[in-house]
C-alpha cells in the first residue's frame, strides 16, 4: 500500500506531507504514519522544525467518519495529537484548503499555523451529531475565548482565512502559492525561540463566568426544536466541554471530551446523521464521468418555478434566458427574479454588486428562436402531458442537436418526453423542489435512452449550482412524490376514520417531520394534486382515496392560496387554524362511504404513515427506481422535511427493524378496511431474516463489483 505520509527534508525542517486522497481524512493509518513521522522528526538530531501540511486541495478536512461505526483504533487522534504538542522542536500547520473537525484539532495542536487565502476552518462535528473529540474544545477557547469558540463549533459552519486572523487563529497568512515557502521561513525564525502549547495557555479569567453557561444553555432551549432533536445532545456536550476548559485543568477537559464524544458518536442521532453525510454525496460519483460544462441555460416557463430554477443558475454564474410565450407571464417572471435577487441582498447572501451581474446575466424572450446557442433547456410549464409535448417539438427544432433537455415535471413520464424530440438520449428530468432556489433537492430522473453523459452533466452541473442531486428512475412520481402518494394515503384515511387533521400533523410532527402532511398540502394548494390524479388512469378503485382532498377541492378549499383548505388562514398569515366546518365534512363524507370511526392513537397514526413509507420505499428499491436506500434517504430528508436526525425512512426501518415492520404492516392488513396494505416482497424478504435495508444495499453492491 502507498504511504499515507511522507516526510521530505529542508536543511534541519522535515517537512510532512499527509497524502491520502480526497481529502487527506485521519483514518488509522494515517493517524499511525503521521505518529511515526512526527516521532522521527523529533528524535532527529539533524531535524530542528517540524511543518506538517496535506496534500491535494485540502489540509485535512477531519477524522475518517466511516470509522466511526466501529471503536477507535489505536493510535487515538488525541494522542497523536498530544506528541506532536508535546514535541520539543517547533511545529508549524500549514494549511490550505480546508481544516475541519480533526484537521483543525491537528492545527491547533500545532504550535503555529500558517494559512494560503483559500484556508476554511470549521468544527462541522455537531452537524454530525458529534463533538470535537480530540481536543478542540479545550484547546480552541484557549486560543481564541471562549465565545468566538462556542460559536464555531455550536455553529459547524467553517470560517474564511480573514476571520481566522482576525480571531488570532492564524500566525502568518500568504498566497496559496507561496504557503510551502512561508511556512519554512517562519519555521526557520521559530527555531531556538520560546514558543507555548495551546494547552498551557491559561483562560482569559474575565470570560469565565458560570452565567454564561447558563446563557448558552438557555439560548440552546429556545432554538429551533428540530435542530435540538437533532444536534442538541451534541451542542449541550460542547458547552459542557467549553465550561470545563474554563474551569477545569487541561487533561481533565479532555477526558470528558473524549467521554462525551464516545457517548455521541453510538448515538442513533450521530448515525443517522453520519448515515446521511454519505447518502448526500453518494450520486456524486457520476459527476466524475465526462461532463460538459454549461455556460449558457434556456428556462422554459416564467412562473414560480420556472424563476427559481433561473434565478438559481444565474446566481450560479450562467447565462440565461428564460422563454414565456406570454408577455405578462414573462414580466412577472423576471420581476420574481428581481425579487429574489433583492432578497438575497437583503440577507447580505450576495453583494448588490454581485446582484446587479445574477440580473444582467438573464434575458427574457418571447419565443423558442431565442435559445439556439444554449447548452441546455429546463422546462418548467404547467404539469400536462400534452403541453409538454408541444413545448419539447419546439424545443427540438430550435435547439442545438447536442443541446440536453430537461424537464421539470414531478410526475410525469420522461420516456414519452423525450419521445416528442429526436434526441431521447439527451432528454431527462431535473426535478427540483419548491422554492427552487432555496430547496436543495433536485432528482435527476433518468429516462429509458438517456445517455450517461447526459446524466454525468447535469449531475456536474447540480453539484455546481450548490443542489444535491440524485439520480432517480422513471415512473410516476420517480422516487419523492410516488413515497408522496402512498404516505397520503394513509394520511388521508385516518381522516375518515377518525383523527383529525390536527391531531394527524402535530402526531407527525412531534415525530420529527418538519410540517403535518395537511398543512403541506395546503401550502402545495389541494388543487395541484387534484388535477394530477385526473390525469391519472391507474389509481386504485377504493372510493375512500384521497377522498377528503378531492372533496375540499370540489368545495372551493384549496389550501393557502384561498384563505382556507384542510385549514382556515387568517388573511396575511400561514398559521393553519382547525376549522369546524372540515370536521363536519370529514365526518359526513365517512359516513357516506361506511367507515366506521374510533379513536386512534398518536402512535398507530405514526406508524401507519411510516410504514407506508418504508413500504413503497422498498417497492422503489426492488424495481431499481432507486439506486440505494441512502438516495431515499437523501431525498426524503432534503425534500420532504423527514427529521435528519432520524436518517430517512429506510434508516428508520434499520432502527425500528424490518421485522418490526413486516409485523407492524401485517397487523395493520388483518384490519377491516385495510386490506390494501401488503408487505413489499424485499421487505418481506429483509423480515425474516432480520436484515437492514443497508445490509441489502451493502449485498447489491458486491454484487455489482
Ligand atoms: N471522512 C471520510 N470521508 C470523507 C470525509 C471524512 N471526514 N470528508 C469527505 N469525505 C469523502 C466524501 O465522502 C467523498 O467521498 P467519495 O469521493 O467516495 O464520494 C470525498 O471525500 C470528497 O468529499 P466531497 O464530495 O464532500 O468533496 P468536496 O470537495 O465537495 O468537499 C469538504 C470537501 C469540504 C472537505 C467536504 O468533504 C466536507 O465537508 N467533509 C466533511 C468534513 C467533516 O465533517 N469533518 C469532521 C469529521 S468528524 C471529526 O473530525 C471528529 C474529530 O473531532 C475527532
Not at 423525450?418 to 428530468?429: A, E, N, Q, W, Y
Not at 384542510?566 to 367507515?595: C, T
Not at 436518517?647 to 404492516?665: E, K, L, Q, S, W
Not at 396494505?677 to 425474516?688: I, M
Amino acid at each position: 500500500m502507498d504511504s499515507m505520509v511522507r516526510t521530505e527534508r529542508d536543511h534541519d525542517i522535515a517537512l510532512i506531507y499527509i497524502q491520502h486522497p480526497s481529502v487527506n481524512a485521519l483514518s488509522q493509518p494515517v493517524r499511525h504514519e503521521l505518529l511515526q513521522a512526527v516521532i522521527a522528526a523529533d528524535e532527529s538530531a539533524a531535524i530542528s522544525a517540524i511543518v506538517i501540511m496535506g496534500s491535494g486541495k485540502h489540509f485535512v478536512a477531519g477524522a475518517d467518519i466511516h470509522e466511526f461505526d466501529a471503536p477507535p483504533v489505536s493510535p487515538l487522534l488525541n494522542d497523536v495529537l498530544l506528541r506532536i504538542e508535546n514535541c520539543r522542536k517547533p511545529v508549524i500547520a500549514a494549511i490550505h484548503g480546508s481544516a475541519l473537525g480533526g484537521g483543525f484539532e491537528l492545527a491547533l495542536a500545532c504550535h503555529y499555523r500558517c494559512a494560503a487565502n483559500d484556508a476554511k476552518f470549521g468544527f462541522p462535528e455537531v452537524k454530525l451529531g458529534l463533538l470535537p473529540g480530540s481536543g478542540g474544545t479545550q484547546r480552541l477557547p484557549r486560543v481564541i475565548g471562549v465565545n468566538a469558540a462556542l460559536d464555531i463549533m455550536l455553529g459547524g459552519d467553517p470560517i474564511g482565512i480573514n476571520r481566522a486572523v482576525a480571531l488570532g487563529i492564524v500566525d502568518q497568512q500568504s498566497t496559496v502559492d507561496e504557503l510551502l515557502a512561508r511556512s519554512l521561513q517562519f519555521a526557520r525564525m521559530a527555531i531556538g525561540k520560546p514558543w507555548r502549547r495551546t494547552c498551557d495557555q491559561l483562560m482569559d479569567r474575565a470570560q469565565i463566568d458560570t452565567a454564561f453557561f447558563a446563557q448558552e444553555r438557555q439560548r440552546l432551549m429556545t432554538h429551533d426544536t428540530g435542530r435540538i432533536e437533532a444536534e442538541g445532545s451534541a451542542q449541550e456536550a460542547i458547552i459542557q466541554c467549553v465550561e470545563a476548559a474554563a474551569t477545569q485543568p487541561f487533561t481533565d477537559g479532555l477526558a470528558l471530551s473524549r467521554r462525551l464524544f464516545e457517548e455521541r458518536r453510538v448515538s442513533v442521532t450521530s448515525r443517522a446523521l453520519r448515515h446521511l453525510f454519505f447518502a448526500e454525496r453518494g450520486s456524486r460519483s457520476a459527476v466524475r464521468a465526462s461532463s460538459a460544462y454549461i455556460k449558457h441555460v434556456g428556462v422554459v416557463g416564467a412562473g414560480t418555478m420556472g424563476a427559481g430554477i433561473a434565478t438559481t443558475m444565474a446566481i450560479a454564474g450562467m447565462y440565461v434566458t428564460l422563454v414565456d410565450s406570454q408577455p405578462a407571464a414573462l414580466s412577472a417572471g423576471m420581476l420574481r427574479i428581481r425579487d429574489i435577487v433583492a432578497t438575497g441582498v437583503r440577507k447580505g447572501r450576495i453583494t448588490g454588486q454581485q446582484g446587479d451581474e445574477v440580473l444582467a446575466r438573464v434575458t427574457g424572450a418571447g419565443d423558442f428562436n431565442q435559445l439556439a446557442g444554449v447548452q441546455l433547456v429546463i422546462e418548467a410549464v404547467v404539469e400536462s402531458l400534452v403541453v409538454k409535448q408541444a413545448v419539447f417539438r419546439q424545443l427540438d427544432a430550435a435547439c442545438a442537436p447536442d443541446a440536453i433537455l430537461a424537464t421539470n415535471t414531478s410526475t410525469l413520464d420522461i420516456d414519452a418526453i423525450g419521445s416528442f424530440t429526436h434526441r431521447p438520449g439527451k432528454v431527462l428530468g431535473m426535478h427540483f423542489f419548491s422554492p427552487a432556489n432555496v430547496m436543495r433537492l433536485v432528482e435527476v430522473v433518468r429516462g429509458r435512452q438517456t445517455s450517461a453523459e447526459t446524466m454525468a452533466t447535469v449531475l456536474g452541473l447540480t453539484k455546481r449550482i450548490g443542489k444535491l442531486g440524485i439520480v432517480v428512475g422513471n415512473c410516476f412520481g420517480f422516487v419523492g412524490n410516488r413515497m408522496l402518494y402512498a404516505y397520503g394515503r394513509e394520511n388521508q384515511l385516518l381522516l375518515l376514520e377518525g383523527a383529525t387533521p390536527t391531531q394527524i400533523d402535530e402526531a407527525l410532527k412531534e415525530f420529527g417531520m418538519a410540517m403535518g402532511p395537511h398543512a403541506v398540502g395546503d401550502l402545495a394548494g389541494l388543487d395541484i394534486g387534484y388535477r394530477v390524479r385526473r390525469e391519472r388512469h391507474d389509481l386504485p378503485t377504493d372510493p375512500r382515496y384521497y377522498r377528503i382532498a378531492d372533496v375540499l377541492v370540489e368545495a372551493g378549499r384549496l389550501g393557502q392560496k384561498t384563505g382556507k383548505g384542510m385549514f382556515n388562514y387568517e388573511p396575511g398569515s400561514r398559521q393553519p387554524v382547525a376549522d369546524p366546518e372540515v370536521e363536519h365534512m370529514i365526518i359526513a363524507e365517512a359516513k357516506r362511504l361506511g367507515v366506521t370511526r374510533r379513536d386512534l392513537t398518536k402512535s398507530e397514526i405514526v406508524d401507519r404513515c411510516m410504514m407506508a413509507l418504508i413500504n413503497e420505499g422498498a417497492r422503489i428499491l426492488a424495481s431499481g427506481i432507486a439506486e440505494s436506500p441512502a438516495d431515499i434517504d437523501a431525498i426524503w430528508c432534503n425534500g420532504y422535511g423527514f427529521p435528519r436526525w432520524r436518517g430517512g425512512p429506510m434508516f428508520y426501518a434499520d432502527c425500528v427493524g424490518t421485522t418490526h415492520v413486516v409485523n407492524r404492516i401485517r397487523q395493520f392488513s388483518s384490519q377491516p378496511g385495510l386490506e390494501h396494505w401488503t408487505v413489499a416482497p424485499l421487505l418481506e424478504q429483509l423480515g425474516l431474516t432480520a436484515q437492514g435495508f443497508s445490509d441489502w444495499a451493502l449485498a447489491q453492491q458486491r454484487a455489482r463489483a
